[in-house]
Every structure is written in structure tokens, then in C-alpha cells.
């Protein structure tokens, strides 16, 4: 799992790399953000592992990318 450099418009995500396969899995909608590849080729533990650090994977981002915050300032973080 990966957040990766030159990404800083899009919505927060952390990617999931296997071999040549990328799933980008929002820190905020905490959802798969595209459909293909097939998101349910995820193993289950890799999701539970992104929800049990989600804190550290939105400070990440954010440290990254100041401008474009997990969570705006007006709420109450990750």
C-alpha cells in the first residue's frame, strides 16, 4: 500500500499494488475508487489493514499534500 507522488488533485486515496494491478482504495469515502480492476480481488485482510491505520494513512496524505487535506479544516479529521 502506497500513497503516491503526483496525485495531489485527485480525491485522498492510498494505492494497493499487486504485480501490475493498482486499486485506489479513498480515504475519505473510504470506498474502491475505480471498478476495474475488480476491487473483490482484494484480500480482505489488506482492507482491514487500511481501516485499522486509517490515521496514519490520512496523515500521510496530508503531510503530502497540504493543500488537499483528508478532511478539511472545518471537520473533525480522519
Known sequence: MKIRDRERNEEPHVTIIRKQSFWRFGLRSLV??????????????????IHRD?????????????????????????
Open 54 to 78: 486509517l490515521d496514519l494513512f490520512c496523515q500521510a496524505w496530508d503531510a503530502m499534500y497540504p493543500q488537499n487535506p483528508v478532511q478539511p479544516e472545518s471537520d473533525n479529521g480522519c
Open 32 to 49: 474502491f475508487l475505480d471498478r476495474l480492476p475488480d476491487p473483490r480481488d482484494v484480500p480482505s485482510e489488506i482492507t482491514k489493514t
